[in-house]
Structure formats: C-alpha cells, structure tokens
C-alpha cells in the first residue's frame, strides 16, 4: 500500500508570493492533517480535514489556508509569503477524524522563501 | 506554539547501550504516539498507545503510556548505527479530532 505523498518535495519562492502544496493521503483515509515544522518552533498543528471541510484548525494567521477534494487528496496554501514561513510542510492521513487514531505522516515539502 | 516537554534533548552513545527517553504534560492526553524523523524526511510512526498503564513493544523499542495520562517514555535497547535520529512523542486530546500535540524532539546519535 502506498505511504503519503506530497508534491513538490522541494520549492522555492519569495517573499509576496503565493504557494500551494498537495497531499495525498493513504488510500482508504480520509482525514488529512497539516503541519508545520521549524527548528524554532518544532511541529506545529496548521489545519485539518476530513469530508472536505475543515474541522480543526491552529494558531497560524488567515494567509494560511487550505481544502480537501471528493477523493481526499488535500492542498495547502500560503499567500503573501514571509521569509518566517520557510518551514518542512508536513501533511498525515488517518483513516477518519478522532482521537485515538494513528497519523502517517508523508515526506513534506520543503518551502524556502527568499 | 504548544509543544510537550520532552527530555533528554539530544544523547550521544556507543552502539549496544540502551536508551530512555521521556514527556510529559500539564494536559491529560487520550494517545501517545511515539515517531522517529530522519533528515529530510517525515517523522515515521513507531508505537501507539491508546490506554493508560499501557506498555508496548515494537522489536527493541519499547514506550508506555503513564498511568497519571500525562506522560509517556520511550526505551531503545541495544542501539545501533542505524537508529539515529530525532525522536518525537506526540500527544492527542480527546474529541473529534486529529490535532497532535509534539514533544520538542530528542536527538540520538550512536557511534559504532
């Protein structure tokens, strides 16, 4: 069974821009989690989806947004980037929304912004 | 952000020792999850516990679920090369929801 994919792996943009990533979950799950992390402020929660709406979301300003389609896949998106957003941009698929459930995290994109 | 303390921060040892590794919380968590991140790449889940007093094995780790909820420790017995790593405790909430909390991440470096 294949794991979690995310595209690109890597990318670069600057600063005013605007970025989308894309997650594709596990197949069969239908949660997708997003987060971010940086060596200041190590993993933290951005959003999560499951039936293609958001039923959870963290601290991170409004530039910070995302969906889910019919077919779980999830895409993530930052607009006006700041440098302080360059961060691995990770995303996890569960089988369904709820406490108590194991998350499989893919590889994550690495966003530098410039 | 919200993070879990977790200790030590990083260790370094010799191939064959073991090693512990804890967090803990102020918060009472419904899941502990337990994940080793290599360079580059996603953390990877190594153990799950879903009750607490909980212990469980995945070959030489062993992690358990603390019995007050709020904390849980990770074991590695006889280390070798290829178990360094950042390792992450991660903590769930109760509800409907999948938001984890991480712990600030371990560093193990094992020296042949």
């Known amino acids: 069974k294949a794991g979690v994919t995310q595209t690109p792996r890597y990318l670069i943009k600057t600063r005013g821009q605007q970025v989308t990533l894309s997650c594709s979950p596990i197949?069969?799950?239908?949660?997708v989690s997003w987060y971010q992390q940086t060596p200041g402020q190590g993993l933290q929660f951005l959003f999560e989806y499951f039936s293609e709406t958001q039923r959870n979301k963290g601290n991170f300003p409004g530039r910070f947004s995302g969906r889910q389609f019919s077919n779980s896949r999830s895409e993530m998106n930052v607009s006006t980037l700041e440098l302080g957003d360059s961060a691995l941009y990770l995303c996890?698929?569960?089988?369904?929304?709820?406490?108590?459930?194991?998350?499989?995290f893919g590889p994550g994109t690495r966003l530098t912004v410039t | 952000g919200q993070q879990l303390n977790q200790s030590p921060q990083s260790m370094f040892i010799q191939e064959g020792e073991d090693v512990s590794m804890n967090c803990t919380s102020s918060?009472?968590?419904?899941?502990w999850l337990w994940y080793k991140q290599e360079p580059g790449e996603g953390p990877v889940l190594l153990i799950a516990l879903y009750k607490a007093g909980e212990l469980t094995s995945n070959g030489r780790l062993t992690a358990q679920f603390g019995i007050t909820r709020k904390d849980s420790f990770l074991n590695i017995s006889a280390s070798i090369p290829s178990d360094v790593g950042i390792y992450f405790c991660a903590g769930q909430l109760t509800g409907a929801t999948n938001k984890l909390i991480f712990g600030t991440g371990t560093l193990l470096a094992v020296q042949p």
């Open positions: 918060s009472i968590f419904n899941t």
């Open positions: 996890a698929s569960s089988l369904r929304q709820g406490s108590g459930l194991e998350q499989y």
């Open positions: 197949s069969g799950h239908r949660s």
